[in-house]
């Protein structure tokens, strides 16, 4: 059965007490933290870079960082995410006409490779030889490039298609997830959870945790019943 991991989006943190927010995180019970890296091309915003995820880092030297690159050329960015301590490296299948050239970078510096798609790029976009040289595959549920939108629902049979054809492959959900969203999207597959202001905005923030993770646990339970 594959780990049930929840990354809190620190998209929706205070980025003036961001260390501090992502310690928060850990001790609530994350297992990863999203880092969402725009870069005003691929999508109409700018957040951190590199410099931002290495004082993350130094505060928090065992921090995993799940680096969601929306960036206009991926292949750019590797070695400044790897050597501010980004553990996973995921960028969009639509930024790039060469993705295993992008993972073969991504591998060189001893990162794991997440491969994105959003919310109007069918799953067929990622093709078998892409996702088996991959670690982990991202669904996104929002357009790209902002926080706090509406989940969009149309984009689950995507989960469940990758799931059916990756069954032993991390799959991660971006956009809108929280505790009224979670049950589709692990009942579809999804394994891995970033949700933001559900957590972030949480009068308890280990308890929203605990649900998202309970509901991915659930649904693999149920699943394996079935098979």
């Not at 030889?129 to 982990?136: C, F, G, I, P, T």
């Amino acid at each position: 059965m594959l780990p049930a991991i929840i990354s809190p989006s620190v998209l929706a943190s205070d980025f003036g007490q961001l260390t501090a927010e992502c310690k928060r995180m850990i001790k609530n019970g994350a297992e990863w933290l999203h880092m969402d890296v725009m870069d005003g091309h691929f999508v109409p915003n700018i957040t951190m870079g590199p410099p931002i995820l290495t004082c993350v880092h130094k505060a928090i030297p065992d921090i995993f960082m799940d680096c969601h690159m929306m960036v206009a050329n991926p292949i750019q960015w590797v070695d400044d995410v790897a050597d501010a301590g980004g553990a996973l490296y995921c960028f969009h299948i639509e930024a790039t006409s060469d993705p295993l050239s992008v993972i073969n970078k991504i591998r060189t510096r001893n990162m794991q490779v997440g491969v994105a798609i959003s919310p109007d790029t069918p799953s067929t976009a990622i093709t078998d030889e892409v996702a088996e040289a991959a670690d982990m595959l991202l669904v996104m549920t929002v357009h790209p490039g902002r926080g706090g939108q509406k989940f969009i629902e149309r984009c689950v049979p995507k989960v469940a298609e990758l799931r059916a054809r990756f069954p032993n492959k991390n799959i991660e959900v971006d956009g809108g997830v929280g505790p009224k969203t979670i049950d589709v999207c692990a009942e579809a597959g999804s394994n891995v959870i970033v949700a933001g202001t559900a957590i972030f905005s949480a009068q308890d923030a280990a308890e929203v945790i605990r649900q998202l993770k309970a509901s991915v646990m659930t649904a693999q339970a149920k699943a394996a019943g079935k098979a």
